[in-house]
């Protein structure tokens, strides 16, 4: 890592820090006017930059990965420690933000109050979206910076990938999915690279379109607070959060619904290790053999990609 | 850990049953229709049924790798 970039991580973590503690200091005063839950609107509103600049300074932390590795044992480093923990920390945020904000959403339709202050479900609901914020801006600086696109089908390799994808589902849903893609499910697929096609074609931009959305809607409805933001505009964030939000709860269960029974994907998300063996059997039985052809379909892979074998070892993801 | 991961895999299936189940009826109440509007219940029923389908799919693995049969285990 270079003095420069050192220098940039080292002022976001003291702004960050600088931040944090002007924060607490306003809030804790006694000064304030408001109520715990306004309270904490103003606090999660005022922590957003900070949050997003720290994700930044860490994704820059991260850099460009470590190489490939491989050891005796026969397992590989699928994935770095900052990955795994990368993982966990968004999971986590997850799990404090999904329940939360669909408490707030149902809570309102079905005109129910719990038991404990509403006020503590927002708080917990930041504390979640203050997490994923995080996540979001730390993985998408690191990618960024990496050049790593292997979650994604590479230019041109598009429709390979949500053929590939569709072959995976089951016979019915794929078929649909082809006719309403226009697809060939007849069309052969070369053996997928670092990621499954199901993975590459649709999984990961799904995460991406809802991630997106949850939250420049999230942000915008908390900068309400601060600015004046238009009437239509908030109806409308507020709508496609709830959206957002219910898409990743069907996301998250596809996510574990796809990922359970190929166990070695869990495993390499867990220690970053996983046996080199175990992930090959998950990969490429991925599509029915049928579909897998030597012949690679025009596009399916970017000029210099690297071979399936460092594909699977390769770590800066 | 299999069986762990299946279990915690079940409960949140659970819950999101429970979710899908309050999503479907409240779709059709008649509150829902007066404050909310038929594009909200339709948007309730739709992610409902899409919920209570991912669940039940979740579900299925978790109880698979708890009894040991999931493709995971062969």
Same mark, same amino acid.
């Given at each position: 890592?270079?003095?420069?970039?050192?220098?940039?991580?080292?002022?976001?973590?003291?702004?960050?820090?600088?931040?944090?503690?002007?924060?607490?200091?306003?809030?804790?005063?006694?000064?304030?006017?408001?109520?715990?839950?306004?309270?904490?609107?103003?606090?999660?509103?005022?922590?957003?930059?900070?949050?997003?600049?720290?994700?930044?300074?860490?994704?820059?932390?991260?850099?460009?990965?470590?190489?490939?590795?491989?050891?005796?044992?026969?397992?590989?480093?699928?994935?770095?420690?900052?990955?795994?923990?990368?993982?966990?920390?968004?999971?986590?945020?997850?799990?404090?933000?999904?329940?939360?904000?669909?408490?707030?959403?149902?809570?309102?339709?079905?005109?129910?109050?719990?038991?404990?202050?509403?006020?503590?479900?927002?708080?917990?609901?930041?504390?979640?979206?203050?997490?994923?914020?995080?996540?979001?801006?730390?993985?998408?600086?690191?990618?960024?910076?990496?050049?790593?696109?292997?979650?994604?089908?590479?230019?041109?390799?598009?429709?390979?990938?949500?053929?590939?994808?569709?072959?995976?589902?089951?016979?019915?849903?794929?078929?649909?999915?082809?006719?309403?893609?226009?697809?060939?499910?007849?069309?052969?697929?070369?053996?997928?690279?670092?990621?499954?096609?199901?993975?590459?074609?649709?999984?990961?931009?799904?995460?991406?379109?809802?991630?997106?959305?949850?939250?420049?809607?999230?942000?915008?409805?908390?900068?309400?607070?601060?600015?004046?933001?238009?009437?239509?505009?908030?109806?409308?964030?507020?709508?496609?959060?709830?959206?957002?939000?219910?898409?990743?709860?069907?996301?998250?269960?596809?996510?574990l619904r796809?990922t359970l029974p190929r166990?070695?994907?869990m495993?390499?998300?867990?220690?970053?290790?996983?046996?080199?063996?175990?992930?090959?059997?998950?990969?490429?039985?991925?599509?029915?053999?049928?579909?897998?052809?030597?012949?690679?379909?025009?596009?399916?892979?970017?000029?210099?990609?690297?071979?399936?074998?460092?594909?699977?070892?390769?770590?800066?993801? | 850990?299999?069986?762990?991961a299946g279990?915690?895999a079940?409960?949140?299936?659970?819950?999101? +049953?429970?979710? $899908?189940? @309050?999503? &479907?009826?409240?779709?059709? /109440? *008649?509150?829902? #229709?007066?404050?909310?509007?038929? +594009?909200?219940? $339709?948007? @309730?029923? &739709?992610?409902?049924?899409? /919920? *209570?389908?991912? #669940?039940?799919?979740v579900?299925?693995e978790g109880? $698979?790798l708890?009894?040991?049969?999931s493709?995971a285990? *062969?």
């Open positions: 890592m270079t003095v420069a970039r050192w220098l940039v991580v080292l002022c976001g973590i003291a702004i960050a820090v600088a931040g944090a503690l002007v924060i607490a200091g306003q809030a804790g005063s006694g000064a304030q006017p408001w109520d715990s839950e306004l309270s904490d609107n103003f606090i999660f509103v005022k922590a957003i930059p900070f949050v997003l600049g720290l994700g930044v300074a860490v994704g820059l932390l991260r850099g460009r990965g470590a190489p490939p590795l491989r050891r005796p044992d026969g397992t590989v480093r699928r994935f770095t420690t900052g990955t795994v923990l990368g993982h966990w920390l968004i999971t986590i945020g997850f799990v404090l933000a999904l329940p939360t904000g669909m408490w707030q959403y149902l809570g309102g339709i079905l005109d129910v109050r719990a038991p404990i202050d509403l006020f503590l479900f927002y708080r917990v609901h930041y504390i979640g979206g203050a997490i994923v914020l995080f996540s979001v801006a730390m993985f998408v600086t690191s990618w960024w910076l990496s050049g790593d696109r292997s979650l994604l089908p590479p230019r041109g390799a598009w429709r390979t990938h949500l053929v590939g994808a569709a072959q995976e589902l089951p016979r019915a849903v794929g078929a649909r999915v082809a006719r309403l893609l226009r697809l060939d499910l007849g069309e052969r697929v070369p053996p997928p690279q670092r990621f499954t096609y199901y993975e590459t074609g649709l999984s990961f931009p799904t995460w991406a379109i809802a991630l997106t959305l949850i939250t420049v809607t999230g942000v915008i409805k908390a900068m309400r607070y601060v600015v004046p933001v238009p009437g239509p505009i908030l109806y409308w964030s507020s709508t496609l959060h709830v959206a957002a939000m219910v898409l990743i709860v069907i996301k998250v269960l596809d996510h796809y166990w070695p994907m495993v390499a998300i867990v220690k970053g290790w996983v046996s080199e063996a175990g992930i090959r059997g998950v990969l490429t039985p991925s599509v029915p053999p049928s579909a897998l052809g030597e012949r690679p379909v025009a596009g399916a892979e970017a000029p210099g990609a690297p071979t399936r074998a460092s594909a699977i070892t390769g770590s800066d993801r | 850990m299999k069986r762990l279990a915690l079940i409960v949140w299936a659970l819950a999101n +049953l429970v979710v $899908a189940y @309050l999503f &479907l009826t409240n779709a059709f /109440v *008649a509150k829902t #229709a007066i404050k909310e509007g038929p +594009l909200a219940q $339709a948007a @309730l029923l &739709l992610g409902g049924l899409l /919920v *209570a389908v991912f #669940a039940v799919l579900a299925r109880l $698979a708890v009894r040991g049969t493709r285990d *062969a």
